[in-house]
């Protein structure tokens, strides 16, 4: 079995029990992604969204159409549930990194960019999505030494250890500017702007 294939079964998995999970970080939600450069923009990825737990505040935040895109079918049925008549957020249940649409203005990995292996290919394709001038962020609710704790027990074919953000900078650093990064215990914000 592919990592992709093991990863869309370790998330479908977890998907009827992820809401209860996320609740506790309501309020954390909300700070972290209120730092974020959301106002003008028009059309927001929020990719590896699971169960849309963020893509609601994305919109509300913003005010934007957001497109959640994750490789889980699981966790894409719950999410189109909870947003079931809301015009403002969709969802679609894809790899992003074979996803080909273009014209977002932002860009959201929250909680997920662990998750994906070939970063590299991610940058391509993030580039390829993204306006000139486009933003886009990896957002965690915990530090790089919790999140390596937290994925101890997750096979390392679907998840890996993040390097310091200046070192994973590098690996977007063809196409993308890195803005700002916060790396503390509780927290992990890397900000990007496209060339």
């Known amino acids: 079995m592919n990592y992709i294939e093991e990863e869309k079964q370790f998330f479908d998995g977890l998907a009827s ?5 996320e609740k506790k970080d309501e309020q954390k939600r909300l700070s972290l992604l209120s730092s974020l450069p959301l106002k003008s923009t028009k059309n927001i990825l929020d990719i590896g969204c699971g169960t849309g737990v963020v893509s609601g ?15 889980s079918p699981k966790m894409i ?14 969802f ?11 014209g977002f203005d932002f860009a ?3 909680n997920s960019y662990p998750h994906f292996m070939d970063v590299l290919v991610l940058s391509e394709t993030l580039n390829h999505a993204l306006l000139p001038g486009a933003y886009f962020a990896i957002v965690h609710s915990m530090g790089r030494k919790k999140l390596d704790e937290h994925h101890e027990n997750v096979s390392c074919s679907i998840s890996r250890k993040l390097l310091s953000p200046k070192e994973e900078a590098k690996n977007f650093s063809r196409f993308f500017n890195l803005v700002y990064s916060i790396d503390q215990e509780d927290s992990l914000i890397m900000l990007f702007q496209k060339k």
């Open 77 to 90: 049925e719950i999410a189109r549930k909870k947003y079931e008549g809301n015009k403002n957020v969709s």
């Open 92 to 102: 679609v249940q894809k790899d992003f990194l074979t996803f080909d649409e273009t």
């Open 57 to 71: 505040l994305l919109q509300s935040l913003s005010g934007a159409q957001i497109l959640g895109i994750d490789l």
């Open 17 to 21: 029990s992820w809401d209860q999970d």
């Open 108 to 110: 959201l990995l929250y």
